[in-house]
């Protein structure tokens, strides 16, 4: 199930944004402002977010902004009383992937959403989970701001890790996905990786990123 967030102040659009994504088979997560959405990004997998402008804590486009910044590419949909066209316009220059009108029809939201989420691909150019910054288009990693070397198959261990983020993936799975046609491609293999990939995010055993199941594989958390 894939999990929306809507950041929406005035309860009625809220609770209506909700009512008729959940219908669809999505997890809706609203908030009434701000304050709170980087802590949940970092935390839970979101595939997209519904995102009004006039929010009692700050400008909306101004948060997203500043989410792109940060290296956060979670895609947004404005929602949005602001229906100038500069308004629209500086929406999509704000990191906005498409914008929504008040008042709105709820089949058109949720055709829009739907858009988008199809239009994602699952290669990102930048993921950022906890601490962790995966920058895809130049194969650069960094955790707390600093970069960590890591060799090109600990790199493609690390992405199928953050894109499917809290999911069990057992040996076989990512033997399938990370080792292809290697001769190397046996389950001892994996463990030795992972212990590796381990060691260089986390040489302190502190932050418990990639977790075993015995028996059953590992889930990255």
């Known amino acids: 199930m894939q999990t929306i967030v809507v950041v929406e102040d005035e309860k009625d659009i809220l609770d209506l944004v909700e009512y008729t994504l959940e219908k669809e088979g999505f997890d809706v997560v609203g908030f009434v402002d701000t304050s ?3 802590e949940f990004l970092d935390e839970e997998r979101v595939a997209l977010m519904l995102m009004d402008r006039n929010l009692p804590n700050c400008e909306g486009s101004s948060f ?3 989410l ?4 956060y590419d979670t895609p947004v949909i404005f929602l949005s ?14 990191g906005g992937d498409d914008y929504i009108t008040k008042p709105f029809n709820p089949k058109e939201l949720v ?4 858009a988008v989420l199809k239009r994602v691909d699952n290669k990102r150019d930048i993921l950022k989970i ?8 130049n194969s650069r990693v960094f955790i707390e ?3 960590v070397q890591l060799s090109r198959l600990e790199k493609r261990l690390l992405y199928l890790f953050m894109i499917n983020k809290d999911r069990l993936l057992d040996r076989n799975t990512l033997l399938e996905e990370v080792w292809e046609d290697s001769l190397q491609k046996q389950p001892k293999t994996v463990n030795v990786a992972i212990k590796r ?25």
């Open 36 to 38: 709170k959405v980087k």
């Open 64 to 66: 997203v902004k500043e």
């Open 68 to 71: 792109r910044g940060e290296g």
């Open 81 to 94: 009383a602001k229906d100038s066209s500069e308004d629209i316009l500086k929406g999509f220059e704000r």
């Open 111 to 114: 055709a829009r959403v739907k």
């Open 130 to 137: 906890r601490d962790i910054l995966f920058d895809n288009l």
């Open 145 to 147: 701001g600093e970069e």
């Open 197 to 221: 990939l381990k060691e260089k995010i986390d040489p302190k055993g502190e932050k418990e990123y990639i977790k075993s199941v015995r028996g059953e594989g590992y889930i990255f958390c």
